[in-house]
């Protein structure tokens, strides 16, 4: 369809150099033709060329006084995308790669997931290209009291919340919700992934990894398969990944790796989840001290990685659950995940997988959940922490992880009808971009042109 391409050229010549935001919008686009064909008024309201272009971007300089007390400066960024649904809602990310066009497509990725939680919450991201790594906790506290002096002034609990994401977590949250309370002398629910102490909610924290594996756990029932007794791979070894493995030990199975940005443990006994978090939330120390505890396992750099590959996809597994970064996995690990007999991918990360690795998932026909459904169970406790916030209640664990199971549920079923309806049952990237799409689209046009 000439019309998806010239939005899509239009983008390239107006966004010079944003290759991730091109990738993501492609497949979003692509996705969008036979919607476009069917329903001529998404077309006659021009809901593509206005819903790639963000509402607001908001770009800041970040200075702030090391532990030596020399002048450091960053940018700082925040997207706010599209609002149609509800005030702007996306994590803050906090690494050396973050850049305008990265920011953008991982807000464009969250406007569809964000409607795909069937709550009211529209699409936004931010953060920094400050690396948090070697940092010392003061240095950390005045980064973030630094970034939060000029974003307090375009956020709010009705307008904009952000939450955690790479490199942000509760430590940091805590930090920028000190400042926001301090300058805008208001506490409120301004920012989600808060501790539980003062406003936080119960599987908040967990929510993104318990999500992605209910999304696995709802593909494969719908194939008559459980994840019991399986083995599967896990990427990265941060929040997502520490909280794919406990669920994925509470449904019976047996997570056999996990990784950072040096290297690869495998752990043939299955993941040593305690120590994993000892490691990582306590004592902040790399992965590879995994193995001084765990001499059976081994680790594996990632000069050692066959090249051109990402040695977590190389090792056998009925499933895998990619939870590092973007472009993680590409058509290398894609094909030695199917030829070692892997039947399902669940997506904690955002694009993890490169265009031509989930092209080769979505013609084998295995159980492939893409980030933007298989990871929306984070943004989906966020949303119930707001609602919380507002309602001054507070929910017990299991009421909160029955809802996101409730909610991933849904999300399953909204992609793969959607998918069904247009004749491709099981492509979810076909159903979760439509499903997502069009609750956006119909809230803009019913409401006007703004
Ligand atoms: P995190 O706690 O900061 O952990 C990130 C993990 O990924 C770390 O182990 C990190 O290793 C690894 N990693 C990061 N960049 C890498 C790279 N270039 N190559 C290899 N490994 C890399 O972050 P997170 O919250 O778990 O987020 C992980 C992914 O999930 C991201 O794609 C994020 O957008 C997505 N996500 C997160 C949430 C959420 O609620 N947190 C929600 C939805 C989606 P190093 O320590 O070596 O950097």
Redesign the pocket.
């Known amino acids: 369809m000439p019309y998806v391409n010239e939005v899509f050229e239009y983008l390239k010549r107006t966004s010079p150099s944003q290759t991730e935001f091109y990738q993501a919008a492609q497949e979003v686009l692509e996705s969008l033709r036979p919607l476009m064909i069917k329903y001529p008024k998404y077309r006659q309201h021009k809901i593509i060329e206005r819903i790639v272009e963000p509402e607001r971007q908001i770009l800041f300089r970040v200075n702030w006084l090391d532990d030596n007390g020399v002048i450091q400066v960053n940018k700082g960024f925040r997207i706010e995308f599209n609002s149609a649904l509800g005030p702007y809602k996306g ?1 803050l ?1 906090f ?1 050396p ?1 973050v850049n305008a066009g990265v920011i953008k497509f ?1 807000g464009f990725e969250q406007i569809f997931k964000n409607s795909l939680t069937g709550l009211q919450i529209g699409g936004g991201k931010g953060g920094s290209d400050f690396n948090p790594k070697g940092k010392s906790d003061n240095e950390i506290m005045r980064f973030c009291q630094a970034f939060m002096s000029e974003l307090f002034r375009h956020i709010g609990a009705n307008t904009d919340v952000p ?5 942000v ?1 509760g430590r940091e949250i805590g930090y920028m919700f000190g400042m926001y309370k301090k300058l805008a002398n208001k506490y409120e629910g301004v920012l989600t992934g808060k501790s539980l102490k003062w406003g936080g909610s119960l599987v908040r924290t967990e ?2 990894g318990y999500g992605a594996v209910y999304f696995a756990k709802y593909m494969l029932e719908d194939r008559g398969e459980t994840l019991e007794g399986k083995r599967c791979v896990v990427s ?6 520490i909280y794919t493995i406990e669920k994925l030990y509470q449904l019976g199975a047996i997570p056999v790796t996990c ?4 290297g690869m443990i495998y752990d043939e006994a299955g993941i040593d989840l305690e120590l994993l978090k000892d490691l990582k939330e306590v004592k902040r120390v790399r992965l590879s001290e995994y193995v001084k505890y765990v001499p059976t396992a081994k680790y594996t750099p990632i000069e050692g990685y066959p090249e051109g590959t990402n040695g977590v996809y190389a090792i056998p597994c009925f499933a895998a659950f990619p ?4 472009n ?1 996995l590409n058509l290398a690990d894609a094909k030695n995940l199917l030829a070692n007999g892997c039947v399902c991918i669940s997506e ?3 694009m ?1 997988s490169t265009p031509d690795a989930v092209d080769l998932f979505v013609e084998s026909k295995i159980c492939y959940g893409p980030g933007k459904a298989a ?1 929306a169970g ?2 989906a406790t966020s949303q119930l922490e707001m609602a919380q916030n507002a309602s001054m209640v507070n929910w017990t664990f299991e009421e909160v992880d029955a809802k996101l199971a409730q909610i991933m549920k849904n999300i399953y079923v909204s992609a793969s009808t959607t998918a069904a309806e247009f004749g491709e049952p099981t492509n979810l990237v076909l159903g979760a971009n439509i499903a997502g799409f069009r609750k956006v689209a119909d809230a803009m046009i019913e409401q006007g042109l703004v």
């Open positions: 994590g990310r690494h790669s991982l939450a955690g994401d790479i490199g977590g929510a993104t990265g070894s941060g929040n997502v990944s990784s950072d940005s040096n939870s590092a970064t973007q993680e904690g990360a955002n993890p990871n984070g943004v």
